[in-house]
């Protein structure tokens, strides 16, 4: 069973268009992290967000927290082909020393 | 800035044999975990130490072993292997009053041949 729900699965869209990429669990988290993939490559971390209702932006790419912190959000602005990638959601539990749990990934192609 | 460092990176053995992996986490990060991911597929978590501990444990096989040294590093230890092994084997390093926020090595890439 997978606790984390990503949506969509894959993506394939044109340079300069917008997306949005959706992460939902009926589990509550206590922080969730962004990561990026390229294949045969560790996950890059992007983000973590800790509080209900947090927004944070890196550059183009905007997350949002949901304020029950059961869900997330990753917003892309004017998407590039250097954004090409596997995008990963993680939540982490209550124990900060305890396991991430992963969404399966939405695959994104920026076509240029 | 120092990231995690794996070894090998990649990795090439007959079923039955044992492999050792290797990871050093990023200075100061007092936590190490261990996740495989096969094709296609999300990390899924092996196991995690913490100082030295063993501190959770996921679908770690009973054929696979890890450990935490006094340095940090860490070893995952993996005998009698089999095809269904082959995948990629990730380390991350946190440090412990941040929120489970993991960094990532580059993963080693086990072959079972």
């Known amino acids: 069973t997978q606790l984390l729900e990503q949506s969509p699965q894959f993506l394939s869209i044109q340079e300069g268009e917008n997306l949005t990429v959706y992460c939902n669990s009926s589990s509550v988290f206590s922080s969730l992290q962004w990561y990026r993939q390229e294949p045969g490559e560790g996950p890059v971390l992007l983000v973590t967000v800790v509080t209900g209702g947090e927004v944070k932006k890196l550059k183009r790419l905007t997350f949002q927290f949901g304020d029950a912190r059961k869900d997330s959000s990753l917003h892309i602005t004017a998407a590039q082909p250097g954004d090409t990638g596997l995008y990963l959601c993680?939540?982490?539990?209550?124990?900060?020393?305890?396991?991430?749990?992963f969404g399966r990934g939405t695959q994104l192609t920026v076509w240029p | 800035a120092a990231g995690v460092i794996q070894s090998p990176r990649h990795l090439i053995k007959e079923k039955r044999e044992t492999a050792t992996l290797k990871c050093y986490p990023i200075?100061?990060?007092?936590?190490v975990y261990w996740y495989q991911q096969g094709p296609g597929q999300d990390p899924q978590f092996l196991i995690s130490f913490y100082e030295k501990m063993q501190s959770d444990k996921g679908s770690i096989p009973d054929r696979f072993s890890a450990q935490q040294f006094s340095d940090y590093h860490s070893e995952l230890n993996m005998s009698s292997l089999e095809l269904g092994d082959s995948a990629l084997y990730f380390c991350?390093?946190?440090?412990?009053?941040?929120?489970?926020?993991?960094?990532f090595g580059q993963g080693t890439r086990l072959t079972v041949v």
């Open positions: 993680a939540g982490g539990g209550g124990s900060t020393l305890g396991r991430l749990y």
């Open positions: 991350a390093s946190s440090f412990v009053n941040r929120d489970t926020e993991a960094f």
């Open positions: 200075p100061r990060h007092d936590t």
